[in-house]
C-alpha cells in the first residue's frame, strides 16, 4: 500500500515484472524445443503403432509357441511390463497431439485390449493355459483394432 503512494518504486517493480515475464516465456520456449527434439516428440502416433506391431509380434510368438511353462509365463509377464513402460512414455503426447476426444475413441479398443491381455496373464498363472491363450488371442485382436482406430483418427 505504501509503495503506491511513492511513485519512485514504480520503475523497479515494473523492470522486475517485465523480466520475470520474459524468463518465463524463454523458459517455456526451451522446454518446447526440447521436447521437440526428442524422439517421442517427433512422432507419437508412429512410435505408438509401432510399438503396437510389436506387441501383437511378441503375442503371436507365445501363442505360436505351444509349451505352456513358467519360462512361457516369464516371457509375458515381461513382455506385459516392458509395453506398459513404453506405453506411459508416449501417453500424454498423444493426448496432446489426438485431442481428449479422438484420445478417448484410441483407448477404447486399447482398454478392451489389455483387459484381455491382462485376463490372459492372470489366466496363466493360476495354470488355466489354454483360457490364457484364448484371452490373449481376444487381446491381441483388439490391438489390431487399437491400430485401425488410431490411423483412422489421425487421418
Do not use: C
Not at 33 to 40: A, D, G, K, P, Y
Not at 49 to 63: F, S, T
Amino acid at each position: 500500500v505504501f509503495a503506491a503512494h511513492i511513485p519512485p518504486l514504480w520503475l523497479p517493480f515494473l523492470i522486475t515484472v517485465f523480466i520475470m515475464t520474459v524468463a518465463l516465456i524463454r523458459l517455456q520456449m526451451f522446454n518446447r524445443q526440447s521436447l521437440q527434439n526428442t524422439e517421442v516428440q517427433k512422432n507419437p502416433v508412429n512410435r505408438f503403432v509401432d510399438l503396437l506391431k510389436k506387441r501383437i509380434r511378441e503375442l503371436e510368438k507365445l501363442l505360436e509357441n505351444n509349451e505352456t511353462s513358467k519360462k512361457w509365463l516369464a516371457e509375458l509377464e515381461d513382455e506385459h511390463e516392458h509395453f506398459n513402460i513404453q506405453f506411459e512414455e508416449i501417453r500424454q503426447l498423444l493426448v496432446d497431439l489426438l485431442g481428449m476426444k479422438q484420445y478417448i475413441n484410441l483407448m477404447i479398443p486399447f482398454a478392451l485390449a489389455e483387459r484381455q491381455l491382462n485376463r490372459g496373464l492372470s489366466a496363466a498363472m493360476d495354470g488355466y493355459f489354454t483360457e490364457a491363450k484364448d484371452a490373449l488371442t481376444a487381446g491381441k485382436d483388439q490391438l489390431v483394432n487399437t491400430i485401425n482406430e488410431l490411423t483412422k483418427e489421425s487421418a
